[in-house]
C-alpha cells in the first residue's frame, strides 16, 4: 500500500496528520536538521509524540539531513542512536557516508538517503542500496522514467505536494556565500525568493525569476504509483498544521477515490505559491515559475468594485470576521485585505492600499476553513470489559489485554458501586485519545471510593498506552575510530575548465558546454591526469550517452554520488567533487574515491583537521553556488538567444554569473558574484570555468602569490 507522508515541524502539525490519516510524518530535532527554523522537537517531546503516532500506526522518520563537520560528528552519532532508541521509524541522512558506518555500526537501524544527496538516477539507488539504505529519498527533478528505475533497485519516496527549491537538493550554496547562511547546514535564508532581473530579452525587469511554483503532483499520483513509488511525500516543515490537514487529506482522498477527490480548494487556502506545477518529473510547464508573486497567492474568489469608496469583491462565496485576502492587478500583488462586512452581491473588505476596479481578490487565510480542518481528532477505539467482586482483584480487559489491581476487593456495607459507576469512570480517558466502548461489565457490589476507582482506570490506562508503544532498543556505536590515509601534505594542483588543450597542472578536470563537443581537441597536449566533470544531475538516458565520452579521460569527477557506481562500472578512476560535501573523517574513511574535494563550506582550520593526500580544497576562481535543473526563460526555445553566458542582477546591484550547458536538455548554473581567493592548506583545486586566464591562476598558485591582487572582485569565502 502506497504510503502518505505528511511534514511535522511541530506537535501541532504531527497531531494534524495523524488527525487527517497519514500513514507516516518526518520531523527534524533541534539539531542537524535542514529546517533549523521550524520548532523541531528535543528528546524528551520526540519520544511523546513518537509515541501517540506509534498509538494509530502512523510511522515516524527523523531528518538528520546537514553536512556534519568532523567537530560534530561524535555529537550526531549520538543523537541518531538516542533517537533511534526513542523510537524512531527510520533516520533520514544526507550524507551517504555516515550512513554507511551508522548501518554497519548499527544493523538494525534503518535508513533514508535524503533528497540532499540527490539520487535521480539507478546509479545514485544502487549505491544508496549497497551502503545499506532502506529508502531513497529522490531528487525532486527525476524524471517518470528513472523513478520506474529506480523504483526497481530500491524503496523510492517522491515529493508530490509543496515548495521546490529552485536549486537540485544539496547543490545550494547561494545562502551561504552570498549571505553566510548555509542551506545545507539548516540556515538557508531564501535567496531564491528574491527579485533579479537577468541581462536578456524580457527579463530585465526585476521579478522573482528564481521563484517556482508549489509542486502538486494531483491526479497524477497514479503514475507515480504505478512506476513502484513506495511513499507519497509532502513538504512544508515550515508549513502551519490547516497545510498539512488539508494536504494528507486531499492525497488521501486520491488514494481513496473519493467524490471530489481532486479538488483542490481547501489546499489553496492554506498555502498555494503560483497556483501549482506538476513538476519536472512530467515535464516543466507553463506554471513552473511563480516570477510575479513569490508567496502564498490563495485562492480566486472575486474582484473589486469600488463603490463610494468602499472595496466590495464580487461573490457568491460567503466569508467571515478573520478572514484574510491578497489583491492582484495585472498578474502583481498590489496589497493585502480582511474581511469586513457583508453586502449585497459580495461582500466589503479592508485594505490600506488603495485598490481599483477589476483587481483581483485571492483568498489566502479562510477561519471557517482552518478551523474545520483542526477540528478532526482521530481517536483509538478500545473495547473494554471489566470485573470487581468482593475477594477478588479488579480486572480490566482492554482490547483483550488483560490488568489486574494490586489489592483484593471489599463488599460493599452502605453504598455499593453499580455498574453505571464504573462505566462513568472509564468513560474518562484523560489525555489519551481513545474511543470507549464496553463489553461486559460485572459486579457484586464491592466498596471502593471514587479516588481509588479513578486511580485505578488510570494505573490501567497508562499500562494499556505503554504497552501499545513501548519501545526496546539498546543499540550504541562504541568505535569511532576511522582507517583512512595519512594525515600528510598533497603537493598537487587539480583544475576545472573549459578547456585543457593549453592547460599545464597535475589533474585536469574538462568541463563541457556542450556534452556533443569534441573532447579530444579540448584534451590535446595536456599531460597531466584528465578527468570529464559530470554535473550532479542526469538522467539515465544522459548517462548512457556520455559513457562513451568518459573512455578518453583516466576517470571521472563528480558533484554527485552516481559517479561512483558509474566510474566503477566503467573501472575508471573517481574524484569525489565538491558537491559531495565531504566534512568529516567518516566521509574520508568511506567514500572509494582517488582523489577527493572537501566541501566548499569548510572553513582552513575545519578542512586541515582531515586533510590527508588524496585531499583538495577550493582554493581559487569560480565558486557554483546552483544547479539549475530547469529552464530560467521559461523554456521559451523558438525566441532563446542561447547564449552561454548571461548575467543574474539583484536587487543590491550584486551580479552573478549564469551559464548554461547543454546535455542534450539546456541546464544552468549559477555562480557566486565575487571570485574565490582563499588561502588554501594543501591539495589546491580551481574552478576556472568562467575565467578567460586559467593558466595565469595556475601559475600565481604555484609561485605562492596572493591571488587578491589578480581579481578584481573577490571573497575568501569560507577559508577564514
Same mark, same amino acid.
Request: proline share 2%; net charge positive; hydrophobic share 35%.
Given at each position: 500500500?502506497?504510503?502518505?507522508?505528511?511534514?511535522?515541524?511541530?506537535?501541532?502539525? @504531527?497531531?494534524? /496528520?495523524?488527525? *487527517?490519516?497519514?500513514?507516516?510524518? &518526518?520531523?527534524?530535532?533541534? +539539531?542537524?536538521? !535542514? %529546517?533549523?527554523?521550524?520548532?523541531?522537537?528535543?528528546?524528551?517531546?520526540?519520544?511523546?509524540?513518537?509515541?501517540?503516532?506509534?498509538?494509530?500506526?502512523?510511522?515516524?522518520?527523523?531528518?538528520?539531513?546537514?553536512?556534519?563537520?568532523?567537530?560534530?560528528?561524535?555529537?550526531?552519532?549520538?543523537?541518531?542512536?538516542?533517537?533511534?532508541?526513542?523510537?524512531?521509524?527510520?533516520?533520514?541522512?544526507?550524507?551517504?557516508?555516515?550512513?554507511?558506518?551508522?548501518?554497519?555500526?548499527?544493523?538494525?537501524?534503518?535508513?533514508?538517503?535524503?533528497?540532499?544527496?540527490? @539520487?535521480?538516477? /539507478?546509479?545514485? *539507488?544502487?549505491?544508496?542500496?549497497? &551502503?545499506?539504505?532502506?529508502? +531513497?529519498?529522490? !531528487? %525532486?527533478?527525476?524524471?517518470?522514467?528513472?523513478?520506474?528505475?529506480?523504483?526497481?533497485?530500491?524503496?523510492?519516496?517522491?515529493?508530490?505536494?509543496?515548495?521546490?527549491?529552485?536549486?537540485?537538493?544539496?547543490?545550494?550554496?547561494?545562502?551561504?556565500?552570498?549571505?553566510?547562511?548555509?542551506?545545507?547546514?539548516?540556515?538557508?535564508?531564501?535567496?531564491?525568493?528574491?527579485?533579479?532581473?537577468?541581462?536578456?530579452?524580457?527579463?530585465?525587469?526585476?521579478?522573482?525569476?528564481?521563484?517556482?511554483?508549489?509542486?502538486?503532483?494531483?491526479?497524477?499520483?497514479?503514475?507515480?504509483?504505478? /512506476?513502484?513509488? *513506495?511513499?507519497?511525500?509532502?513538504?512544508?516543515?515550515?508549513?502551519?498544521?490547516?497545510?498539512?490537514?488539508?494536504?494528507?487529506?486531499?492525497?488521501?482522498?486520491?488514494?481513496?477515490?473519493?467524490?471530489?477527490?481532486?479538488?483542490?480548494?481547501?489546499?489553496?487556502?492554506?498555502?498555494?505559491?503560483?497556483?501549482?506545477?506538476?513538476?519536472?518529473?512530467?515535464?516543466?510547464?507553463?506554471?513552473?515559475?511563480?516570477?510575479?508573486?513569490?508567496?502564498?497567492?490563495?485562492?480566486?474568489?472575486?474582484?473589486?468594485?469600488?463603490?463610494?469608496?468602499?472595496?466590495?469583491?464580487?461573490?457568491?462565496?460567503?466569508?467571515?470576521?478573520?478572514?484574510?485576502?491578497?489583491?492582484?492587478?495585472?498578474?502583481?500583488?498590489?496589497?493585502?485585505?480582511?474581511?469586513?462586512?457583508?453586502?449585497?452581491?459580495?461582500?466589503?473588505?479592508?485594505?490600506?492600499?488603495?485598490?481599483?476596479?477589476?483587481?483581483?481578490?485571492?483568498?489566502?487565510?479562510?477561519?471557517?476553513?482552518?478551523?474545520?480542518?483542526?477540528?478532526?481528532?482521530?481517536?483509538?477505539?478500545?473495547?473494554?470489559?471489566?470485573?470487581?467482586?468482593?475477594?477478588?482483584?479488579?480486572?480490566?480487559?482492554?482490547?483483550?489485554?488483560?490488568?489486574?489491581?494490586?489489592?483484593?476487593?471489599?463488599?460493599?456495607?452502605?453504598?455499593?458501586?453499580?455498574?453505571?459507576?464504573?462505566?462513568?469512570?472509564?468513560?474518562?480517558?484523560?489525555?489519551?485519545?481513545?474511543?470507549?466502548?464496553?463489553?461486559?461489565?460485572?459486579?457484586?457490589?464491592?466498596?471502593?471510593?471514587?479516588?481509588?476507582?479513578?486511580?485505578?482506570?488510570?494505573?490501567?490506562?497508562?499500562?494499556?498506552?505503554?504497552?501499545?508503544?513501548?519501545?526496546?532498543?539498546?543499540?550504541?556505536?562504541?568505535?569511532?575510530?576511522?582507517?583512512?590515509?595519512?594525515?600528510?601534505?598533497?603537493?598537487?594542483?587539480?583544475?576545472?575548465?573549459?578547456?585543457?588543450?593549453?592547460?599545464?597542472?597535475?589533474?585536469?578536470?574538462?568541463?563541457?558546454?556542450?556534452?556533443?563537443?569534441?573532447?579530444?581537441?579540448?584534451?590535446?597536449?595536456?599531460?597531466?591526469?584528465?578527468?570529464?566533470?559530470?554535473?550532479?544531475?542526469?538522467?539515465?538516458?544522459?548517462?548512457?550517452?556520455?559513457?562513451?565520452?568518459?573512455?578518453?579521460?583516466?576517470?571521472?569527477?563528480?558533484?554527485?554520488?552516481?559517479?561512483?557506481?558509474?566510474?566503477?562500472?566503467?573501472?575508471?578512476?573517481?574524484?569525489?567533487?565538491?558537491?559531495?560535501?565531504?566534512?568529516?573523517?567518516?566521509?574520508?574513511?568511506?567514500?572509494?574515491?582517488?582523489?577527493?574535494?572537501?566541501?566548499?563550506?569548510?572553513?582552513?582550520?575545519?578542512?586541515?583537521?582531515?586533510?590527508?593526500?588524496?585531499?583538495?580544497?577550493?582554493?581559487?576562481?569560480?565558486?557554483?553556488?546552483?544547479?539549475?535543473?530547469?529552464?530560467?526563460?521559461?523554456?521559451?526555445?523558438?525566441?532563446?538567444?542561447?547564449?552561454?553566458?548571461?548575467?543574474?542582477?539583484?536587487?543590491?546591484?550584486?551580479?552573478?554569473?549564469?551559464?548554461?550547458?547543454?546535455?542534450?536538455?539546456?541546464?544552468?548554473?549559477?555562480?557566486?558574484?565575487?571570485?574565490?581567493?582563499?588561502?588554501?592548506?594543501?591539495?589546491?583545486?580551481?574552478?576556472?570555468?568562467?575565467?578567460?586566464?586559467?593558466?595565469?591562476?595556475?601559475?600565481?598558485?604555484?609561485?605562492?602569490?596572493?591571488?587578491?591582487?589578480?581579481?578584481?572582485?573577490?571573497?575568501?569565502?569560507?577559508?577564514?
Amino acid at each position: 500500500m502506497t504510503e502518505i507522508l505528511a511534514p511535522a515541524g511541530d506537535k501541532n502539525s @504531527v497531531l494534524a /496528520a495523524v488527525n *487527517a490519516g497519514a500513514d507516516a510524518v &518526518y520531523l527534524g530535532l533541534k +539539531v542537524y536538521s !535542514a %529546517r533549523s527554523s521550524a520548532e523541531n522537537f528535543d528528546y524528551e517531546n520526540f519520544e511523546e509524540i513518537s509515541k501517540y503516532c506509534h498509538l494509530f500506526g502512523v510511522k515516524v522518520y527523523v531528518a538528520l539531513n546537514t553536512i556534519v563537520k568532523n567537530g560534530e560528528l561524535k555529537d550526531f552519532i549520538s543523537s541518531a542512536v538516542t533517537v533511534w532508541n526513542k523510537g524512531a521509524d527510520a533516520l533520514i541522512v544526507s550524507d551517504v557516508f555516515l550512513g554507511k558506518f551508522l548501518k554497519e555500526s548499527c544493523p538494525e537501524i534503518a535508513l533514508h538517503l535524503s533528497t540532499q544527496a540527490g @539520487v535521480c538516477n /539507478a546509479y545514485g *539507488a544502487k549505491l544508496a542500496k549497497e &551502503y545499506g539504505f532502506d529508502r +531513497v529519498i529522490l !531528487a %525532486r527533478e527525476t524524471t517518470l522514467e528513472d523513478i520506474k528505475e529506480i523504483a526497481r533497485v530500491i524503496d523510492t519516496e517522491v515529493f508530490v505536494q509543496g515548495a521546490l527549491c529552485t536549486c537540485f537538493s544539496g547543490q545550494c550554496y547561494l545562502s551561504s556565500f552570498a549571505g553566510g547562511n548555509s542551506g545545507n547546514r539548516g540556515k538557508c535564508k531564501q535567496p531564491c525568493r528574491k527579485k533579479y532581473s537577468i541581462d536578456r530579452e524580457d527579463c530585465e525587469e526585476s521579478a522573482y525569476r528564481l521563484s517556482l511554483s508549489d509542486l502538486s503532483v494531483g491526479e497524477n499520483v497514479e503514475m507515480l504509483i504505478n /512506476a513502484g513509488v *513506495a511513499s507519497l511525500k509532502i513538504e512544508g516543515r515550515m508549513r502551519r498544521p490547516e497545510y498539512v490537514s488539508a494536504a494528507v487529506k486531499f492525497y488521501r482522498n486520491l488514494l481513496n477515490n473519493c467524490e471530489n477527490s481532486g479538488d483542490l480548494s481547501d489546499l489553496k487556502r492554506t498555502f498555494n505559491r503560483g497556483n501549482y506545477t506538476k513538476g519536472l518529473g512530467f515535464g516543466q510547464d507553463k506554471s513552473f515559475i511563480s516570477p510575479q508573486v513569490q508567496g502564498h497567492i490563495g485562492e480566486f474568489v472575486g474582484v473589486i468594485k469600488v463603490e463610494n469608496g468602499k472595496f466590495i469583491c464580487q461573490s457568491r462565496q460567503k466569508f467571515t470576521k478573520g478572514d484574510g485576502f491578497k489583491i492582484l492587478r495585472s498578474g502583481k500583488e498590489v496589497g493585502g485585505a480582511t474581511y469586513f462586512s457583508e453586502t449585497k452581491n459580495g461582500f466589503i473588505i479592508s485594505s490600506k492600499s488603495r485598490l481599483k476596479n477589476g483587481d483581483k481578490v485571492f483568498i489566502t487565510t479562510d477561519t471557517s476553513l482552518n478551523l474545520r480542518l483542526l477540528s478532526v481528532e482521530r481517536k483509538l477505539p478500545v473495547k473494554l470489559e471489566i470485573n470487581l467482586f468482593a475477594g477478588k482483584k479488579a480486572e480490566v480487559t482492554i482490547n483483550g489485554r488483560l490488568y489486574t489491581g494490586d489489592k483484593t476487593l471489599e463488599p460493599a456495607h452502605s453504598r455499593p458501586l453499580s455498574v453505571e459507576d464504573i462505566k462513568n469512570a472509564f468513560k474518562k480517558i484523560d489525555k489519551y485519545p481513545f474511543e470507549v466502548s464496553f463489553g461486559k461489565v460485572n459486579t457484586d457490589g464491592v466498596f471502593m471510593t471514587t479516588s481509588e476507582l479513578n486511580a485505578f482506570r488510570r494505573s490501567v490506562y497508562v499500562k494499556f498506552y505503554n504497552n501499545l508503544t513501548a519501545v526496546d532498543r539498546k543499540v550504541n556505536v562504541n568505535n569511532l575510530t576511522f582507517s583512512r590515509k595519512s594525515n600528510v601534505n598533497n603537493a598537487k594542483l587539480a583544475a576545472i575548465c573549459t578547456n585543457l588543450s593549453a592547460l599545464t597542472a597535475d589533474i585536469g578536470i574538462l568541463k563541457l558546454s556542450d556534452f556533443s563537443a569534441d573532447v579530444a581537441r579540448m584534451t590535446e597536449n595536456f599531460k597531466g591526469e584528465k578527468y570529464l566533470f559530470l554535473p550532479p544531475y542526469l538522467t539515465g538516458k544522459e548517462i548512457d550517452a556520455v559513457k562513451d565520452i568518459i573512455k578518453n579521460f583516466d576517470g571521472i569527477y563528480c558533484d554527485g554520488i552516481y559517479g561512483i557506481k558509474l566510474a566503477e562500472e566503467l573501472k575508471k578512476s573517481f574524484f569525489a567533487g565538491t558537491g559531495l560535501n565531504i566534512s568529516n573523517v567518516a566521509d574520508l574513511a568511506y567514500c572509494n574515491a582517488k582523489h577527493i574535494a572537501l566541501s566548499k563550506e569548510l572553513t582552513v582550520s575545519e578542512a586541515k583537521v582531515i586533510m590527508a593526500e588524496n585531499t583538495f580544497y577550493l582554493t581559487a576562481g569560480d565558486i557554483k553556488v546552483m544547479d539549475l535543473i530547469y529552464c530560467p526563460f521559461e523554456k521559451k526555445c523558438a525566441s532563446c538567444d542561447k547564449r552561454e553566458a548571461y548575467t543574474l542582477t539583484d536587487e543590491n546591484g550584486r551580479k552573478f554569473p549564469l551559464r548554461r550547458y547543454k546535455t542534450g536538455e539546456c541546464r544552468f548554473e549559477l555562480y557566486n558574484c565575487a571570485s574565490l581567493a582563499a588561502a588554501t592548506p594543501t591539495g589546491v583545486l580551481l574552478d576556472c570555468t568562467l575565467q578567460a586566464e586559467p593558466q595565469k591562476i595556475i601559475e600565481i598558485c604555484k609561485n605562492g602569490k596572493a591571488l587578491r591582487e589578480y581579481f578584481k572582485n573577490y571573497t575568501r569565502g569560507h577559508s577564514e
